[in-house]
T-cell receptor
Framework: GQNIDQPTEMTATEGAIVQINCTYQ??????LFWYQQHAGEAPTFLSY????GLEEKGRFSSFLSRSKGYSYLLLKELQMKDSASYLC?????????FGKGTRLHILP | GAGVSQSPSNKVTEKGKDVELRCDPI?????LYWYRQSLGQGLEFLIY????????KSGLPSDRFSAERTGGSVSTLTIQRTQQEDSAVYLC????????????FGPGTRLTVT
């Protein structure tokens, strides 16, 4: 089976850095996605990690440790538009299963 | 090019009625997913189609739910004898099809069962 856990809500300040963690337990693991979802909108792709390590893409970075069943999304230089839900999703045997998401609130 | 489209965008139905939700994936995408999202919640996996393979129906919550995909393109999710707990946003996504390909989501259908 699969359990995907991430914090329900987080709050951070504009200009700061925030790390959103995701832990998972699943068999047949292929890789891990992060998606961003603004309220009332569909999710949009942020990153996909297959191998251990950190992948950086502009202000956003994603880290994966397969042995620990752990990933995080790092957001730097936070902007108000980063207020959204961030969804961790595990790719298992080509099927993609989402966690419940983390609602990130950005304070001015 | 066109993205994933879904229709209708909103559907209000009476308890006990059947509804059909439609998804048009991006042309050439072999993988198609249906998810359900209740207010403020994460995405709940419903069903996954990959090419001509038998669909993975493991996420369908009851036998009132069914889905088909005709010609490897358009998909229809059918909910029979709708219940109030079926009220949610139903999201469809497609991808090129190999493991790890980015999913492109449609705008969703907001279903309200009264």
């Amino acid at each position: 089976g699969q359990n995907i856990d991430q914090p329900t809500e987080m709050t951070a300040t504009e200009g700061a850095i925030v790390q959103i963690n995701c832990t998972y337990q699943t068999s047949g693991f292929n890789g891990l996605f992060w998606y961003q979802q603004h309220a009332g909108e569909a999710p949009t792709f942020l990153s996909y990690n297959v191998l251990d390590g950190l992948e950086e893409k502009g202000r956003f970075s994603s880290f994966l440790s397969r042995s620990k069943g752990y990933s995080y999304l790092l957001l730097k230089e936070l902007q108000m538009k980063d207020s959204a839900s961030y969804l961790c999703a595990v790719c298992r045997d080509d099927k993609i299963i989402f966690g419940k998401g983390t609602r990130l609130h950005i304070l001015p | 090019g066109a993205g994933v489209s879904q229709s209708p965008s909103n559907k209000v139905t009476e308890k006990g009625k059947d509804v059909e939700l439609r998804c048009d994936p991006i042309s050439g995408h072999t993988a198609l997913y249906w998810y359900r999202q209740s207010l403020g919640q994460g995405l709940e996996f419903l069903i996954y189609f990959q090419g001509n393979s038998a669909p993975d129906k493991s996420g369908l919550p009851s036998d009132r739910f069914s889905a088909e995909r005709t010609g490897g393109s358009v998909s229809t999710l059918t909910i029979q004898r709708t219940q109030q707990e079926d009220s949610a946003v139903y999201l469809c996504a497609s991808s090129l099809g190999t493991s790890g390909d980015e999913q492109y989501f449609g705008p969703g259908t907001r279903l309200t069962v009264t």
